[in-house]
């Protein structure tokens, strides 16, 4: 039990909708990090939060978008959705930065 | 272009029987090196962490790792599995100062032989 919940566990869209995935973090964990993970792959970093600013990003178009709110939660939010974006999104949260990280179940993302 | 390597897709062990899995990472400078363990439909458990001192790391469940910079390999060994272990385990290194931050092996599906 990491103390990391998202929501929905599960979701299914069609190509070109929008999607918004939310994260609650631990109290005190002000960096929060997305991750897409497709099936059979190992997760791959889409962006970090820090004090609610981006502090990096991965290889990932502009459709992909966050927000970090003062109350230690987050969403991912995906625009024109496309079929490839299926997969298990996760979240993971710490305090500061370059410490442990502590990673949410996921939300599985179906695009049809 | 930084990568990290997990040479083994699967790897089929008995019970009981010992265990390596490997990582290899590029990397200009020490990375912090991290174990995660991820069973079906669940998110990421930590298993162990490398950050400086001792190259030899223990973890949770009986696993530990070593560094080797030598070798640019971060190895994950258990002495002893057990059914439970079985499940996908991936390497990650942390690049605390690029914008791509954590990078992630694809992963070792580990089976567990009765």
């Known amino acids: 039990e990491t103390g990391v919940t998202q929501s929905p566990t599960h979701l299914i869209k069609t190509r070109g909708q929008q999607v918004t995935l939310r994260c609650s973090s631990q109290?005190?964990?002000?960096?929060v990090s997305w991750y897409q993970q497709a099936l059979g792959q190992g997760p791959q970093f889409i962006f970090q939060?820090?004090?609610?600013?981006?502090?990096g990003r991965g290889n990932f178009p502009p459709r992909f978008s966050g927000l970090q709110f003062p109350n230690y939660s987050s969403e991912l939010n995906v625009n024109a959705l496309e079929l490839d974006d299926s997969a298990l999104y996760l979240c993971?949260?710490?305090?500061?930065?370059?410490?442990?990280?502590?990673f949410g179940p996921g939300t599985r993302l179906t695009v049809l | 272009a930084q990568s990290v390597t997990q040479p083994d897709i699967h790897i089929t062990v008995s019970e009981g029987a010992s265990l390596e899995l490997r990582c290899n990472y590029s990397?200009?400078?020490?990375?912090?090196l991290f174990w995660y363990v991820q069973s079906p439909g669940q998110g990421l458990q930590l298993l162990l962490k490398?950050?400086?001192?001792?190259?030899l790391v223990q973890g949770i469940k009986g696993f530990e790792a070593e560094f080797k910079r030598s070798q640019s390999s971060f190895n994950l060994r258990k002495p002893s599995v057990h059914w439970s272990d079985a499940a996908e385990y991936f390497c990650?290194?942390?690049?605390?100062?690029?914008?791509?931050?954590?990078?992630f092996g694809k992963g070792t599906r580990l089976h567990i032989l009765p």
């Open positions: 993971a949260s710490t305090w500061g930065l370059n410490n442990e990280q502590f």
């Open positions: 109290s005190g964990h002000n960096t």
């Open positions: 939060y820090y004090r609610e600013e981006e502090n």
């Open positions: 990397y200009g400078a020490t990375p912090y």
């Open positions: 490398y950050f400086s001192g001792d190259t």
């Open positions: 990650a290194v942390d690049q605390a100062n690029r914008d791509d931050k954590i990078i």
